[in-house]
C-alpha cells in the first residue's frame, strides 16, 4: 500500500525558508513515476507548486518559480521542498502526491496518491 | 498558460438527485491529462476520473467523465449522502492546472 507522509514545521518566519519533506512508502521513489507538491490557502483552491522525477529534472509552478526547489533523496525514499522568501501569502496547507502513469495510447497521467497535508502558518 | 474555469461554483441538490459540473479550459486541452478530484473538509483530494473518462480504482460507476477540446463535465448520477463535497478538475500543458472548483451541497 503506497503512502505519502508530509513532515516540517507548521511556524515559519517572513522572509524565511519553508522546508517540507514527503516520505514516501509501500513503493520505490525510482520506479517511474513523478512526485508532487501542492497547497491550499485556506478556504482555496488547490495550486499546484511543482514536480520531481527520482533522477531530477524538477518542473515548477511559473508564478513560483525563483523560490522553489524540489529535490529527491532516493537513499531515504523522500523528496522535499524548499520555498524561500515566504510571506503569509504562503500560508496553507501543503500536500505531497503521487503523479503516476494509467498507460493507455497516449500515455494518461493523473494524481492518484496524496499525503494527509501539513498545514504551514507564515507569521512573525 | 491553461486556465480552467468550473461552473457553477456551488450546486445545491438533494441526495438522488443528477449533478452535472462543468470544466472549460481556455483553449483546446490534451485528453490524456484531464482530471477530475472529489475534497471533502480536512481531507486531501481523491482521485475521481482521469483521462477524461476513466474511473479511478474503487470510484462507483455513478461518477462518469466526458468531454474534449474545451469542454469537460463531471456527471454524478444518483447524489448519494457522501458525495457532496468539492470538486477540481486539472489538467497538464507545461504545468498542472487546477479548476477553482465546484461545491455539491445539500440542498
Known amino acids: 500500500q503506497v503512502q505519502l507522509q508530509e513532515s516540517g514545521p507548521g511556524l515559519v518566519h517572513p522572509s524565511g525558508t519553508l522546508s517540507l519533506t514527503c516520505a514516501v512508502s509501500?513503493?520505490?521513489?525510482?520506479?517511474?513515476?513523478?512526485w508532487n507538491w501542492v497547497r491550499q490557502s485556506p478556504g482555496r483552491g488547490l495550486e499546484w507548486i511543482g514536480e520531481?522525477?527520482?533522477?531530477?529534472?524538477?518542473n515548477y509552478n511559473p508564478s513560483l518559480k525563483g523560490r522553489v526547489d524540489i529535490s529527491v533523496d532516493k537513499s531515504r525514499n523522500q523528496f522535499s521542498l524548499s520555498l524561500t522568501s515566504v510571506t503569509a501569502a504562503d500560508t496553507a496547507v501543503y500536500y505531497c502526491?503521487?503523479?503516476?502513469?494509467?498507460?493507455?495510447?497516449?500515455?494518461?497521467?493523473?494524481?492518484?496518491?496524496w499525503g494527509r497535508g501539513t498545514m504551514v502558518t507564515v507569521t512573525s | 498558460e491553461i486556465v480552467l474555469t468550473q461552473s457553477p461554483g456551488a450546486l445545491s441538490l438533494s441526495p438522488g438527485e443528477r449533478a452535472t459540473l462543468s470544466c472549460r479550459a481556455s483553449q483546446s486541452v490534451s485528453s490524456r491529462y484531464l482530471v477530475w478530484y472529489q475534497q471533502k473538509p480536512g481531507q486531501a483530494p481523491r482521485l475521481l476520473i482521469y483521462g477524461v473518462s476513466n474511473r479511478a480504482t474503487g470510484i462507483p460507476d455513478r461518477f462518469s467523465g466526458s468531454g474534449s477540446g474545451t469542454d469537460f463535465t463531471l456527471t454524478i448520477s444518483r447524489l448519494e449522502p457522501e458525495d457532496f463535497a468539492v470538486y477540481y478538475c486539472?489538467?497538464?500543458?507545461?504545468?498542472?492546472?487546477f479548476g477553482q472548483g465546484t461545491k455539491v451541497e445539500i440542498k
Open positions: 520531481t522525477f527520482h533522477s531530477g529534472n524538477p
Open positions: 509501500g513503493v520505490s521513489i525510482s520506479n517511474g513515476d513523478w
Open positions: 502526491a503521487r503523479d503516476r502513469s494509467y498507460g493507455g495510447d497516449p500515455e494518461e497521467w493523473a494524481f492518484d496518491i
Open positions: 486539472q489538467h497538464f500543458d507545461t504545468s498542472w492546472t
